[in-house]
T-cell receptor, first 114, second 111 residues
Framework: NAGVTQTPKFQVLKTGQSMTLQCAQD?????MSWYRQDPGMGLRLIHY???????DQGEVPNGYNVSRSTTEDFPLRLLSAAPSQTSVYFC?????????????FGEGSRLTVL | TQLLEQSPQFLSIQEGENLTVYCNSS?????LQWYRQEPGEGPVLLVT?????EVKKLKRLTFQFGDARKDSSLHITAAQPGDTGLYLC???????????FGTGTRLTIIP
């Protein structure tokens, strides 16, 4: 059972570089989201999607782009990485309505920006 | 933005002791969820409470939703090392399309 798969698990970038964090789910969930986790700050929502072709901003969207061309995939793009984006990133999915069930999380992607 | 504050931020106790952690907000939530996260992994749902005053039990874990639906607590009886982890509460944001997480309680059970 794959569930939610994130790649890469670890990445080191230099300031100004771009990269994409990949997220794929095989549960046919309509809802997908990206969170970042920083010490003492819990999980903060970056972007989310309620279906293919639909995305919206969360609490901390600046510096990040997303797209949802298929139900399965929800990549997160960093256009010009900054040290403030050093964090652990989690992708999560859920069937809709959101609170009828649970969020299923990937194992996380640890990003360091130098 | 609806905020969820959890306390204590850190808790370290001996195996066999009881403990309670709290999740508080100034806003009313239609429901609250509790997740546990272990190192190197994503959070995993423990329980969802939806009715004010509701109490749910999961083995040695007891979850309560406040009558006014602004707070929740998690009580663990006879804590075991396997209970070690980060406990997060979460509640729905406007339109029920966003899940807001609390700051978390990092629990360590000492054998």
């Amino acid at each position: 059972n794959a569930g939610v798969t994130q790649t890469p698990k670890f990445q080191v970038l230099k300031t100004g570089q771009s990269m994409t964090l990949q997220c794929a789910q095989d549960m046919n969930h309509e809802y997908m989201s990206w969170y970042r986790q920083d010490p003492g700050m819990g999980l903060r929502l970056i972007h989310y999607s309620v279906g293919a072709g639909i995305t919206d901003q969360g609490e901390v969207p600046n510096g990040y782009n997303v797209s949802r061309s298929t139900t399965e995939d929800f990549p997160l793009r960093l256009l010009s990485a900054a040290p403030s984006q050093t964090s652990v990133y989690f992708c999560a999915s859920s069937p809709l309505p959101l609170l009828a069930g649970e969020l299923f999380f990937g194992e996380g992607s640890r990003l360091t920006v130098l | 933005t609806q905020l969820l504050e959890q306390s204590p931020q850190f808790l370290s106790i001996q195996e066999g002791e009881n403990l309670t952690v709290y999740c508080n907000s100034s806003s009313v939530f239609s429901s609250l969820q509790w997740y546990r996260q272990e190192p190197g992994e994503g959070p995993v749902l423990l329980v969802t409470v939806v009715t004010g005053g509701e109490v749910k039990k999961l083995k040695r874990l007891t979850f309560q939703f406040g009558d006014a639906r602004k707070d929740s607590s998690l009580h663990i009886t006879a804590a075991q090392p396997g209970d070690t982890g980060l406990y997060l509460c979460a509640g729905p944001g406007f339109g029920n399309e966003k899940l807001t997480f609390g700051t978390g309680t990092r629990l360590t059970i000492i054998p």
